[in-house]
């Protein structure tokens, strides 16, 4: 039952570096999400796919890139990381109007 | 933008008290969701209500809709030490607000801090 598993659990870049987040969910979910999570505040969406193959802009999605590799797994690119993209990042999946499985999130500290 | 504002922003109760956490939102909705989320951890669904629905029951959790006011509570009865952690309601926005499919994207409150003492 690994359900939503992401890697790696923590990560420190420095600026202008780049990395990819991996994601990956077991339960044949069509829907994935990326978000971030800032000190205080709730979950923000960055991109999200629908089902493989499509992918599409959330709230935050400057600075990031994605790929729906297959109907597993979602990955999020920083291309060149600014500190302002130091946060928690939670890879998500659900079945539609169904409520969303999490993974334990990415630490990232861009410095 | 966040969509729903929690309050109150921290929440401290002894064992065995109630705790209720409110959830105001903007738009229309399909559903809005509770999730916990356990110090640094990732969140845990709670409970789904959807907007036809104003109250639901899962064990001591009660959560209401008040689509007119656009609000939800939820109720944590006989708290326990175990449920210390941050509590989000989660909005999925109506599709015909959403531009034709939601597809399930969240917009998330900044969250309620529960601290239950033993």
């Known amino acids: 039952n690994a359900g939503v598993t992401q890697t790696p659990k923590f990560q420190v870049l420095k600026t202008g570096q780049s990395m990819t987040l991996q994601c990956a969910q077991d339960?044949?979910?069509?829907?994935m999400y990326w978000y971030r999570q800032d000190p205080g505040m709730g979950l923000r969406l960055i991109y999200y796919?629908?089902?493989?193959?499509?992918?599409d802009k959330g709230e935050v999605p400057n600075g990031y890139n994605v790929s729906r590799l297959n109907k597993r797994e979602f990955s999020l690119r920083l291309e060149s990381a600014a500190p302002s993209q130091t946060s928690v990042y939670f890879c998500a999946s659900s079945r539609i109007v169904q409520e969303a499985f999490f993974g334990q999130g990415t630490r990232l500290t861009v410095v | 933008s966040q969509q729903g504002e929690e309050d109150p922003q921290a929440l401290s109760i002894q064992e065995g008290e109630n705790a209720t956490m409110n959830c105001s939102y903007k738009t229309s909705i399909n559903n809005l969701q509770w999730y916990r989320q356990n110090s640094g951890r990732g969140l845990v669904h709670l409970i789904l209500?959807?907007?036809?629905?104003r109250e639901k029951h899962s064990g001591r959790l009660r959560v209401t809709l008040d689509t007119s006011k656009k609000s939800s509570s939820l109720l944590i009865t006989a708290s326990r030490a175990a449920d210390t952690a941050s509590y989000f309601c989660?909005?999925?926005?109506?599709?015909?607000?959403?531009?034709?499919?939601?597809?399930?994207?969240?917009?998330f409150g900044q969250g309620t801090i529960l601290t239950v003492h033993p």
């Open positions: 209500i959807r907007s036809n629905e």
């Open positions: 796919s629908a089902s493989e193959g499509t992918t």
């Open positions: 339960m044949n979910h069509n829907s």
């Open positions: 989660a909005t999925d926005s109506d599709p015909s607000i959403a531009g034709g499919t939601s597809y399930g994207k969240l917009t």
